[in-house]
Each structure stands twice: as structure tokens, then as C-alpha cells.
């Protein structure tokens, strides 16, 4: 069975700090990793994907994947208060219409 | 651009009442289209997907059921609900093909009383 791992936080960083999302997944066959911030009682919002090795920036937000490790990592920079929410990572596999979610991490950005 | 529509955004039910959610698309033609449950303190789970008009993919067996009448609307019904039912419905799409980001709708609370 597919998995994906997330540690469920809290994770608390002050303001203007560097914060660090992780996710391991089990099925080495996958090949595409999203990952997806969720408000409160809010929908999840797509924020970055990544298909290939090493890392992709846009704007404060880095994704970083090793599929060698079956890891996928997300930084923000830069943390700002807006951006307490929970991240979810996703995960499918090849040519697949199913996304496999963790349970994601619950950030919190203290001013 | 695309937008995705879902309704109604709370819905209370008692236990053995029909359920039926929309949820439609705008701006895209032949998306992929699901249907996922999130429980409290519970992941994402998908419920159904679908690659067009008629074609539905069950993942979960249990009471609900989905259809596609039309390209870029999907419907999520329940002939009589459960207890158990109880969640936050979220409808997403994507682009055709697999490996594909997905977007959410705004999701439905719903309760089952």
C-alpha cells in the first residue's frame, strides 16, 4: 500500500525564519510530488510540484525532492504569519490519476 | 482561467436522508475530475475519479456513488447516509492525463445528524 509521511507538527517558526516541510514516501515507482497548503477549514491550495531530482524555486517557497531517499522536502522563506496553515504533500505514481496524500504538517509562524 | 464551482458549502442531513453535491468546471475541456473526503483529524481520502463523460473509477467501496453527466460536471450522491458520512467533501480537476496537478473547489461541510 502506497504511503506518505509527514511529521503532523506543530511546527513553529518566528517571522522572517526559514521553515522546513518534510515527506517520505514508500512506492519508489512515483513521479510526480505536489504539495498543497490547507487554512483552517479551508480547501487545499496547490503551491509547488516538482517532477525531477534537486530543487525548484518559486518565489519564498523551494521544493526539494531526492528520489534516491524517497524524500521531498519544502522551504519557506522568509515565514511570514500568513503562512500558518497546514502543508500536505502529495504523490502519485507513474501515468496516475491517483493522488496519495500525507496527513500533513501543521505550521505556525509566531511574529 | 479555470475556476471550479461546489455546492452548497454546508449541508446538515439526518442519517438516511439522499445526498447529491455538484460540482463543475469552467474554462477547460475534458478534465479529470474526483471526489475526496477529508474526516477530521483524517488525510484526504479519494473517493472517485473520472476521465470523461460516463466514466467513473470507485476507489473506496461504501454508500455513495458518482456520476458525470457532462464534461465538466461531476455529482456525488447517497441514497441513504450515515453516520459515518460526516466530512468535508472536496471536488478537484485536472488536466487530462496522469501526473497532473489537481485543483480544488471550496469543499462541503457536511453533517450527518
Known amino acids: 500500500q502506497k504511503e506518505v509521511e509527514q511529521n503532523s507538527g506543530p511546527l513553529s517558526v518566528p517571522e522572517g525564519a526559514i521553515a522546513s516541510l518534510n515527506c517520505t514516501y514508500s512506492?519508489?515507482?512515483?513521479?510526480?510530488f505536489f504539495w498543497y497548503r490547507q487554512y483552517s477549514g479551508k480547501s487545499p491550495e496547490l503551491i509547488m510540484f516538482?517532477?525531477?531530482?534537486g530543487d525548484k524555486e518559486d518565489g519564498r517557497f523551494t521544493a526539494q525532492l531526492n528520489k534516491a531517499s524517497q524524500y521531498v522536502s519544502l522551504l519557506i522563506r522568509d515565514s511570514q504569519p500568513s503562512d500558518s496553515a497546514t502543508y500536505l504533500c502529495?504523490?502519485?505514481?507513474?501515468?496516475?490519476?491517483?493522488?496519495?496524500f500525507g496527513k500533513g504538517t501543521k505550521l505556525s509562524v509566531i511574529p | 482561467s479555470q475556476t471550479i464551482h461546489q455546492w452548497p458549502a454546508t449541508l446538515v442531513q439526518p442519517v438516511g436522508s439522499p445526498l447529491s453535491l455538484e460540482c463543475t468546471v469552467e474554462?477547460?475541456?475534458?478534465?479529470?475530475l474526483y471526489w475526496y473526503r477529508q474526516a477530521a483529524g483524517r488525510g484526504l481520502q479519494l473517493l472517485f475519479y473520472s476521465v470523461g463523460i460516463g466514466q467513473i473509477s470507485s476507489e473506496v467501496p461504501q454508500n455513495l456513488s458518482a456520476s458525470r453527466p457532462q464534461d465538466r460536471q461531476f455529482i456525488l450522491s447517497s441514497k441513504k447516509l450515515l453516520l459515518s458520512d460526516s466530512g468535508f467533501y472536496l471536488c478537484?480537476?485536472?488536466?487530462?492525463?496522469?501526473?497532473?496537478?489537481?485543483?480544488f473547489g471550496d469543499g462541503t461541510r457536511l453533517s450527518i445528524l
Open positions: 512506492d519508489r515507482g512515483s513521479q510526480s
Open positions: 474554462g477547460t475541456s475534458n478534465p479529470n
Open positions: 516538482i517532477y525531477s531530482n
Open positions: 478537484a480537476w485536472s488536466t487530462s492525463g496522469g501526473n497532473q496537478p489537481q485543483h
Open positions: 502529495a504523490v502519485t505514481g507513474a501515468g496516475s490519476y491517483q493522488l496519495t
